[in-house]
């Protein structure tokens, strides 16, 4: 386990970013940009996702994670460990899920396009707002931010695949036309990426062993702020969508987007900038166990609260 956790370059771990990476891909193979010019139509849902995820969401996870860490925890984490564990909440807060937002919008009967649409404007907003916004608040909480570092991870894990997820969808569609690409050629990738998520939360876990078996209580500490920012996040994006007048099927995926977290970003950067047995990588790592979980009540919730559909135009419908 040492050898694994030793396999580095440039501060990235070798296997990780490895299995991240195979997490990552097959969602930009769904990536697509002409779904852009459906925006105009019906703009609404996409002001709501991009106002939650990115004026919103950081801020609200970087309070809670101030408040809990360094005030309510303060007998129990000292100030140096408090900073790391805050350092790894606004990691995580600071990247919008886009890749299990697919999964919670169908769970909750979401409209797949619009969803598509908002996941997109997201994966473009991260390339240029995840690292101005991460080096804000972590210097704001004294935390030594290695930008080149930060812009790396970021290079890796979101336009490297993102690159390479549209010039794979572009060249099989070409060939192979666009229902064999859905149909036949993506479906083949979901048990990769699961795969892949389990063997990386295995690794994770591996690494950081000494930490949780020298304070099981940290595991219970982290949960809690991030099933609070949770269930807040959703709640101001479900309540704004309902004011905005949102169909359901939109308001639904939109709340779940600010709800959930792109984590196998937030790893990833978390390892790169503080390495594989860090607080901050713990923090993203609980991340994961908690989200799932809490997104399962978000959907019943949502499934409960369905309020009734209006009628959605054919020529958005369509890809």
């Known amino acids: ?55 919103i969401k950081p801020f609200t996870m970087a309070f809670f994670a101030w408040l809990f860490f ?42 797949p396009n619009y969803t598509l649409m908002q996941v997109t404007v997201n994966d473009i907003i991260i390339l240029i707002a995840f690292v101005p916004i991460v080096g804000l608040l972590l210097g704001i909480t004294d935390v030594t931010v290695p930008y080149d570092t930060l812009v790396l991870s970021v290079v890796i894990y979101v336009v490297v695949p993102l690159v390479a997820g549209i010039l794979t969808s572009k060249y099989l569609i070409g060939k192979k036309g666009e229902q064999w690409f859905t149909g036949t050629f993506l479906p083949k990738f979901k048990p990769l990426s699961i795969i892949a998520l ?89 991340g994961v166990l908690v989200e799932v979980p809490v997104m399962l009540s978000l959907v019943k919730y949502a499934n409960r609260n369905k309020y009734p559909k209006t009628k959605i135009n054919p020529q958005i419908q369509q890809s």
């Open 1 to 55: 386990m040492e050898q694994l956790s030793s396999l580095e370059i440039a501060k990235v771990n070798v296997p990780i970013a490895i299995l991240i990476w195979l997490m990552i891909y097959p969602m930009m193979l769904q990536v697509d940009f002409r779904s852009l010019k459906k925006i105009g139509k019906r703009p609404k849902g996409i002001v709501l996702t991009v106002i939650v995820n990115w004026l």
């Open 70 to 111: 360094s005030h309510i925890y303060s007998a129990f984490i000292s100030p140096e460990l408090a900073g790391e564990y805050i350092a790894g909440a606004i990691i995580l807060g600071a990247a919008p899920c886009t890749a299990m937002v697919f999964v919670w919008s169908y769970l909750s009967d979401g409209d």
């Open 198 to 286: 389990l063997l990386t939360l295995l690794l994770l876990f591996a690494f950081q062993g000494g930490n949780i078996l020298s304070n099981p209580f940290i595991i219970l500490f982290i949960a809690i702020p991030l099933i609070i920012q949770t269930y807040f996040i959703f709640f101001i994006a479900w309540f704004g969508g309902k004011k905005l007048n949102l169909n359901y099927q939109v308001c639904a995926p939109a709340a779940m987007i600010g709800a959930s977290n792109f984590f196998e970003l937030a790893v990833a950067v978390a390892i790169a900038l503080f390495g594989l047995d860090s607080p901050a990588a713990l923090v993203c790592v609980v």
